[in-house]
């Protein structure tokens, strides 16, 4: 029934704080849609950034968010992105369990606080 993740949602105190975070360590591309809503695409997905009470369905909170994204770059090199933009790493690299095998992985929280994980699955290009 369900084939793959097409976006997902962060809730943020500042957008466009965001925007600049995810564009410059993660190398994501902002986009705007709808009635000039603002997301980071990366690949065939992306994620869509509003403000707390924006979403009134969506009873998140600034800060509870908990993603991992997967990397085709080595994770030193992530690391030393993650370092050139003082980004602390709080974990990792550690080995872990993603969707489809091993993945090695680094930990690291976004300005609002949402728990950023980078990984790379073992054993593959």
Request: charged share 25%.
């Amino acid at each position: 029934m369900i084939s793959h993740i097409d976006h997902i949602v962060l809730t943020v105190r500042d957008i466009q704080r965001s925007i600049n975070f995810y564009q410059a360590v993660l190398k994501m591309e902002p986009i705007s849609f709808g009635d000039g809503r603002k997301a980071l695409r990366f690949g065939t997905q992306k994620i869509n950034l509003h403000v707390l009470g924006q979403e009134t369905r969506n009873k998140a909170t600034v800060g509870s968010g908990d993603i991992c994204l997967i990397t085709d770059w080595l994770l030193e090199d992530v690391i030393a992105q993650l370092k050139l933009h003082d980004v602390e790493v709080i974990e990792g690299p550690c080995m872990r369990s993603g969707a489809i095998g091993q993945i090695e992985s680094v930990y690291f929280n976004d300005p609002d606080g949402n728990l950023i994980e980078v990984s790379r699955y073992v054993g593959r290009k």
